[in-house]
């Protein structure tokens, strides 16, 4: 059944792709880009629930709400949060880099973000936590998208909760910074997505990890 789902869900969202590419004038490049994209995020959305025991069609509609958001710009307020960003992060193991989709990233490690485990915000990430929150306040077209991630220790049925719950309590420290809720989403992705070998502790700990993207439209 499940495999039957990821076909079904990976058809509708190929089908959406080419369609969207091979569109005339009837689509401007910016809403044929934006519909691409929902496409490809259906794609991976429906491949990441089936591979986490979730339901195919379920993550195809995540991921196209997600792919879907549209083309990113990378603006002066974004080149400005993202100097602010490595200011604020310096000597913390934080990573702060410009995406190739032109959108920044922060990539925290664990050993600041969360306990083995847990998901309640720790105390030295808060302070990280304030100051993005004070950028995006005053930029109310940007868009966040928190990734949690954990090592391969332990099962999916362990893991996958928790990492979405890592971004979730991301989310929620943000809100009671004053960013607003609408524009903010949320994913966990278990350990399926490493960054390092989880043959070793330091490996594990790199992969325990909450990502943080921004990005801005053009108006």
């Not at 868009?143 to 391969?152: A, F, K, L, N, P």
């Amino acid at each position: 059944m499940r495999k039957q789902l990821w076909i079904s869900a990976a058809a509708a969202a190929t089908l959406l792709i080419s369609g969207c590419a091979t569109t005339g004038g009837g689509m401007s490049d910016s809403t044929r880009q934006t519909a691409i994209g929902a496409g490809a995020g259906a794609l991976a959305g429906a491949a990441l629930g089936a591979m986490t025991g979730g339901k195919a069609g379920v993550g195809a509609v995540a991921g196209a709400a997600v792919g879907g958001i549209g083309t990113y710009i990378w603006s002066q307020n974004q080149e400005k949060r993202k100097r602010e960003m490595e200011a604020a992060t310096q000597g913390t193991g934080v990573n702060v880099v410009q995406t190739a989709a032109n959108q920044l990233k922060l990539e925290i490690p664990s050993d600041i973000s969360f306990d083995t485990g847990r998901y309640d915000i720790k105390s030295n990430f808060a302070p990280i936590l304030d100051r993005f929150a004070e950028g995006l306040r005053s930029s109310p077209n940007a868009e966040v998208r928190i990734v949690g991630h954990t090592d391969s220790t332990g099962s999916d049925a362990v893991n996958n909760p928790l990492s979405l719950n890592r971004a979730n309590s991301t989310r929620d420290y943000l809100m009671m910074r004053g960013v607003s809720g609408s524009r903010i989403y949320t994913e966990g992705r278990g350990s399926y997505q490493p960054i390092a070998t989880n043959g070793t502790a330091e490996g594990r700990a790199r992969n325990r990890r909450v990502e943080i993207f921004v990005g801005e439209r053009a108006q």
